[in-house]
């Protein structure tokens, strides 16, 4: 048995006047709620820090970077970090990363139980698009504030198993979990901005994006047999409707914890990762199953590439 007890924090709405502060105090109470159960792992979402920004289209360089965190640990999260040890609590959260050669990513960090940042990962499939268009009911423009992640999928022995990150849009890719199901991971964490709505789809609402959600993550876990922990910001920002539906997934892909909000709500399951060696042994043993002479064009450029 190796168990990782897990806390998905699922966070409600960030308006965008919400200060970091009153943010990161929200993040501590439901730290504090995941130490009452236990939990030796508390995962946030994507961009936990802030409202969802990239919905909105700004021009000034100085006004984008006031969303960024140059320094991880800072002012603001250093509370989280102090918490964290004193709990004795592994955590990962989502931001908005400004290096200090100038580079803007859609990063999430992984501490071990003393607090120290043991793993980056850099959200690699960024969506939407890199100018404002008037037609569109709101705008999503990651591609305009970050650059692609530059850090690949890696894992990290953590926990007593193998640990990965992804990113919101990164889940719906089944290339995401497989660079890391050829690692041997056993747990993915993920946080998620989802819109409840399609700006480029009038007719696909919350239930179609709730159910690609769950299918995304559902199928990620048992392709290759790991545990995928999946957590949303939700809720109403400023207007902006996103679902919630943060979910806890096991390695034969059955859903064993889902959230009933769209507010702050903590889930909490009991993963043993030994529950990964089955899948990874039988139906998923990449050494004897692949056939990689057929894979290449999984890795090639050809085919139609969608305009941006
Ligand atoms: N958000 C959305 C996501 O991938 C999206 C964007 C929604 C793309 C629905 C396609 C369909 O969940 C982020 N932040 O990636």
């Not at 250093?78 to 964290?84: D, Q, S, V, Y």
């Not at 709101?138 to 992640?149: I, S």
């Not at 399609?198 to 876990?221: I, P, T, Y």
Request: aromatic share 10%.
């Amino acid at each position: 048995m190796r168990i990782v007890n897990v806390a998905a924090a699922q966070m409600g709405p960030i308006q965008k006047a919400e200060t970091r502060q009153a943010v990161v105090a929200r993040m501590l109470a439901l730290m504090d709620e995941a130490k009452g159960r236990d939990a030796d792992l508390i995962v946030y979402p994507e961009l936990a820090l802030t409202t969802f920004f990239p919905r909105w289209f700004m021009t000034d360089q100085a006004e984008v970077d006031a969303w960024f965190e140059r320094d991880m640990p800072n002012a603001a999260t250093r509370p989280l970090f102090e918490r964290a040890a004193r709990h004795g609590m592994a955590m990962s959260f989502g931001y908005a990363e400004l290096t200090s050669d100038g580079h803007h990513f859609n990063t999430a960090i992984l501490t071990d139980k003393r607090a120290r940042i043991i793993g980056k990962y850099r959200k690699v499939h960024l969506p939407g698009h890199a100018e404002f268009d008037p037609k569109r009911s709101f705008q999503h423009l990651e591609k305009r504030y970050f650059e692609p992640g530059d850090l690949g999928f890696p894992v990290w022995r953590a926990l007593g198993g193998v640990l990965g990150m992804c990113i919101c849009n990164d889940r719906r890719w089944p290339e995401t979990y497989r660079v890391m199901g050829l690692q041997g991971v056993e747990m993915v964490v993920l946080g998620y901005n989802t819109p409840s709505v399609n700006s480029q789809k009038k007719d696909e609402g919350a239930q179609k994006r709730l159910f690609h959600n769950r299918l995304s993550v559902q199928a990620g876990a048992y392709q290759n047999s790991t545990f995928v922990v999946a957590v949303a910001k939700a809720g109403s920002e400023d207007g902006h409707p996103m679902i919630g539906g943060s979910l806890i997934v096991d390695p034969e892909g059955e859903i064993v914890a889902q959230a009933k909000t769209e507010d702050d709500e903590l889930l909490v399951h009991a993963c043993d990762l030994d529950d990964t060696a089955f899948g990874k042994k039988t139906i998923f043993d990449f050494a004897r199953h692949r056939r990689i002479e057929h894979y290449g064009l999984i890795t090639s450029q050809t085919g139609a590439i969608a305009p941006d």
